[in-house]
């Protein structure tokens, strides 16, 4: 008698063991989804200006200070080659240190070598290692003096 009731009492738990893992399978993925939402709008919009966008067709425009300034890159991002910067920043700014960094990957920093010309632009190059990720997610990080905030500035390679 007592192994019918554990046997009834485990059938019936049984039963509701595949919509209970259901729901929590749901509950993972709708937080996932939630989480990576959330990252995403801090991230930016390619659209939005402010001190961070994305490079579209090699070119970015942000605020520095409330000035707009823009990044061209001389030729489409890719892995093992020179690429040179260009930024055309308002004539008060003044860049202490750049460097671009894996968003998806570590990579390491990779120093970005600008310099002030007589017209008030900064120009550099840079040359990114090659990765294992068939799109790799990088991000270009300008230290300004006299400003608590880096420009973020974003753009991607692919294999």
């Known amino acids: 008698m007592l192994k019918n009731a554990y046997k009834k009492r485990s059938l019936h738990l049984h039963s509701w063991l595949g919509p209970v893992c259901i729901l929590l ?12 939402s959330a990252v995403n709008t801090t991230q930016g919009d390619a659209n939005e200006i402010g001190n961070r966008c994305t490079f579209v067709n090699g070119r970015c425009e942000f605020l520095i200070v409330g000035e707009r300034a823009v990044a061209v890159f001389s030729e489409p991002a890719e ?15 003044t860049v202490e240190s750049a460097w671009i960094e894996g968003v998806n990957m570590y990579m ?18 840079f040359m990114l290692g090659s990765c294992s990720e068939p799109v790799m997610r990088w991000q270009l990080r300008l230290n300004i003096k006299e400003q608590a905030a880096p420009s973020y500035l974003y753009f991607s390679t692919q294999r």
């Open 25 to 36: 399978v749901a509950i993972a993925v709708y937080t996932a989804h939630r989480y990576q």
């Open 79 to 93: 892995t093992e080659t020179s690429i040179t910067l260009t930024l055309s920043l308002p004539s008060n700014i």
């Open 108 to 125: 390491g920093k990779v120093p970005v070598l600008l310099e002030e010309d007589s017209t008030g632009a900064w120009t550099g190059w």
